[in-house]
T-cell receptor, first 114, second 113 residues
Framework: TQLLEQSPQFLSIQEGENLTVYCNSS?????LQWYRQEPGEGPVLLVT?????EVKKLKRLTFQFGDARKDSSLHITAAQPGDTGLYLC??????????????FGQGTILTVHP | DAGITQSPRHKVTETGTPVTLRCHQT?????MYWYRQDPGHGLRLIHY???????DKGEVSDGYSVSRSKTEDFLLTLESATSSQTSVYFC????????????FGSGTRLTVV
């Protein structure tokens, strides 16, 4: 089983601050996805990155896939209370018996205070 | 309209009873998955399906079985529920592998007493 470690587990910040969430593994992934989950709902896909070194932007959110495709980061600029939620990274195995199946990190609980 | 629905949304059952959770999709996606979500463990794959009557085990499949007789329906059965199976269960669908994102249902909160 390929493991994804997310950090930090908890993040409590004030509105307007910047933050970065990290997702690391010793395994290579063919793609990596970021999801956001609100209480009582399922995760919702934010972005998929597939190329090493790829950077994608979604409004105030910037996602980066590591050159070696073993890690990723999510950066939020000028956080807002509406960004509050659980952020999950998930990787698709590059091969072997786990090919194509998503492995999830533990998640980062973000709270943005007004 | 939601492309994926789970039923029931909440269920309380007694230890030792069988329980079946249903996932229904209207997207005609080939791949369907069942995950459980627990504090400290994130989302863990129970079983998945890559087509009608084609299913396979995930990392935490013990005590669970699945069936997929139609493209749109994927059933998860707890043969004899135990307290360790108290969890939130999510179904997900995807159109393909690798770069295809998953669409998740809203989850079923199952409590085994």
């Amino acid at each position: 089983t390929q493991l994804l470690e997310q950090s930090p587990q908890f993040l409590s910040i004030q509105e307007g601050e910047n933050l970065t969430v990290y997702c690391n593994s010793s395994s290579v992934f063919s793609s990596l996805q970021w999801y956001r989950q609100e209480p009582g709902e399922g995760p919702v896909l934010l972005v998929t990155v597939v190329t090493g070194g790829e950077v994608k932007k979604l409004k105030r959110l910037t996602f980066q896939f590591g050159d070696a495709r073993k890690d990723s980061s999510l950066h939020i600029t000028a956080a807002q209370p509406g960004d509050t939620g659980l952020y999950l990274c998930a990787g698709t195995a590059a091969g072997g018996t786990s090919y194509g199946k998503l492995t999830f990190g533990q998640g980062t609980i973000l709270t943005v205070h007004p | 309209d939601a492309g994926i629905t789970q039923s029931p949304r909440h269920k309380v059952t007694e230890t030792g009873t069988p329980v079946t959770l249903r996932c229904h999709q209207t997207e005609n996606h080939r791949y369907m998955y069942w995950y459980r979500q627990d504090p400290g463990h994130g989302l863990r794959l129970i079983h998945y399906s890559y087509g009608v009557k084609d299913t396979d085990k995930g990392e935490v499949s013990d005590g669970y079985s699945v069936s997929r007789s139609k493209t749109e329906d994927f059933l998860l059965t707890l043969e004899s529920a135990t307290s360790s199976q108290t969890s939130v269960y999510f179904c997900a669908i995807s159109a393909g592998l690798r770069s295809y994102g998953y669409t998740f249902g809203s989850g079923t909160r199952l409590t085994v007493v």
